[in-house]
């Protein structure tokens, strides 16, 4: 499995993502490649958030080996599966899409858990300890039901 976590500026939301799938998916030996991106290169080259590297630890999950990087035009062919965290993120990374192919690829993640409702993931930046945590939650109940779909 290729799978790619994508938010806005992919230092909160999607490093989180990105770690738990990993860290999920190396527990039990499978040889996924999982990566993170942003819609935007605002925060390009930089290390996760402070607080999203903070709530990771405390769940004994390290992810300072993460960047942020933007989307490219290339991760649309090359992943398999792509998993954004809200509406306004789906609709910049199927606007990227070239086929109907690629936009198939396109899922938002909430919709693992609770099939449907496009629950968004809100984004913690700017705000505190305690809502990073409440997206890690969210996102460790969607990995783990990624996990149980996938991993055959």
């Known amino acids: 499995m290729k799978i790619l976590m994508v938010c806005l500026g992919n230092i909160c939301r999607s490093p989180i993502a990105h770690g738990l799938l990993k860290h999920k998916a190396d527990a039990l ?3 996924w490649e999982i990566d993170s991106a942003g819609t935007s290169d605002w925060h390009e080259g930089e290390l996760p958030n402070e607080k999203s590297i903070k709530v990771m630890l405390q769940h ?3 992810i300072n080996y993460q960047r942020s990087r ?3 035009r290339k991760d649309m062919e090359h992943f398999e599966i792509i998993y ?3 509406s306004s993120n789906y609709k910049d990374v ?4 070239k086929s109907e192919h690629e936009i198939s690829k396109v899922h938002l993640i909430m919709n693992e858990v609770n ?3 496009n629950q968004p993931v809100p984004d913690p930046w700017s705000l505190t300890e305690k809502h990073y945590e409440e997206v890690y939650e969210m ?6 039901k990624i996990i149980d779909k996938y991993a055959i």
Not at 94 to 97: G, I, L, R, W
Not at 139 to 144: P, V
């Open 29 to 31: 030996g499978l040889k």
């Open 60 to 62: 004994g999950i390290d």
């Open 70 to 72: 933007p989307l490219r």
């Open 84 to 86: 954004v965290m809200d």
């Open 94 to 97: 199927t606007d990227m899409a």
């Open 115 to 117: 099939p449907g409702k």
């Open 139 to 144: 996102l460790d109940e969607a990995t783990d």
